[in-house]
């Protein structure tokens, strides 16, 4: 499920690919790239993250990850990307978002992204 659900990622068919990462989430809950990318499947189909619908891909990355940043430096910055981009743009909790963005800052600290997310006014 997670061979096919990366093939329908790269066919742009983001919903098939969300379908089989679902599938391959539960025959193995503790596999970080199968929420990584599920996440990123979600993020093509709620492009401006209204609805959410990868924040709990991508919190799960964090659980997983976490516990082994170096192996999974990427998956992480991607994560702490998208949470901190929802938190800030879509729910206006500056003080979650935050948390994120630094999380990013400390992994990359040339992050554009992040810097500029930092330096914002709603940040102090």
Not at 9 to 15: P, R, T
Not at 22 to 40: I, L
Not at 73 to 85: D, F, M, V
């Amino acid at each position: 499920y997670y061979l096919l659900g990366i093939s329908y990622y790269k066919l742009n068919e983001f919903s098939k690919a969300d379908t089989a990462f679902t599938k391959s989430n539960e025959m193995s809950p503790t596999f970080v790239q199968g929420f990584y990318w599920k996440g990123m499947s979600q993020s093509f189909l709620d492009p401006d993250s209204k609805a959410g619908l990868a924040k709990v891909a991508f919190e799960q990355v964090v659980v997983l990850g976490e516990p082994e940043i170096a192996k999974y430096t990427k998956e992480l910055i991607q994560a702490y990307n998208y949470l901190g981009s929802y938190y800030f743009i879509v729910t206006k909790d500056f003080v979650n978002s935050k948390i994120w963005w630094e999380k990013l800052k400390a992994l990359d600290p040339n992050d554009k992204k992040a810097i500029e997310a930092l330096g914002a006014p709603e940040m102090k």
